[in-house]
């Protein structure tokens, strides 16, 4: 499922998540009732997390695809041994 998921759809449930979680905050502030507060300590504080969780995703995915681009155009294997060591004498070549 997470696959599927498209960045600009990801972004845009990370933002209605974390507003829902401020909307909460702000209930809690506005009317401070035993409950409310309850309320938005739980589950505004876990929409929130959630929310940043979403977004963390597209970032982590974003810099995963960069640097497997950048490695692709680099060449992407490991570099390649030399030829022959620094204390070694290299044979003269036949010409």
Known sequence: MIAKLTDKIAIRIAC????????????????PAPLV???AMSVGQ???VLGVGFY???VFRD??????L??????????S?????????VPPSSA
């Open 37 to 39: 507060v309850i309320f």
């Open 70 to 79: 950048r490695r692709s155009r680099q060449g992407g294997g490991p570099p």
């Open 46 to 48: 876990g929409l929130g």
């Open 16 to 31: 209605v998540l974390v507003l829902l979680s401020l909307s909460t905050t702000v209930w809690a502030v506005v009317h």
């Open 81 to 89: 041994a030399p030829a022959s060591s620094p204390g070694e004498s």
């Open 56 to 58: 963390l995703l597209v």
């Open 63 to 68: 810099l995963w695809l960069r640097l497997k």
